[in-house]
């Protein structure tokens, strides 16, 4: 199983960014997802999470309201469509996927991991 996270780079305060994360190698659907991101000395932190089907999310309070989890399982790929960024979302986002089907806020739930999309926003 491997998870393919893209879209991070450099942008201004204001703009607006959208990570992917594609998914290969996972049999069935009936899993959550989240991002998580880690800044320079930080712990890696909860972003947003998605149940199995994209019915149900749930967002850090810094990033509600800005930022936008979705999922495509016939594309078998996850988004996050960050607007307005600050430059206290600059950090290493994270893509990851646990057994459970509804939304899991701790990284110990999840048992597979991205290898992180570097996000840099410049005030």
């Known amino acids: 199983v491997q998870l393919q996270a893209s879209g991070g780079g450099l942008v201004q305060a204001g703009d607006s960014l959208r990570l992917s994360c594609a998914v290969s190698?996972?049999?069935?659907?009936?899993?959550?997802m989240g991002w998580f991101r880690q800044a320079p000395g930080g712990e890696r932190l909860f972003v947003a999470g998605?149940?199995?089907?994209?019915?149900?999310?749930k967002y850090q309070s810094s990033v509600e309201g800005r930022f936008t989890i979705s999922r495509d399982n016939a594309k078998n790929t996850l988004y996050l469509q960050m607007n307005s960024l600050k430059p206290e979302d600059t950090a290493v986002y994270y893509c990851?996927?646990?057994?459970?089907?509804?939304?899991?806020?701790?990284?110990?739930?999840?048992?597979?991991w991205g290898q992180g999309t570097l996000v840099t926003v410049s005030s």
């Open positions: 998605i149940n199995w089907s994209g019915s149900s999310t």
């Open positions: 190698g996972r049999t069935g659907r009936d899993y959550g």
């Open positions: 990851a996927a646990h057994k459970l089907t509804g939304i899991a806020l701790l990284t110990t739930l999840y048992d597979t």
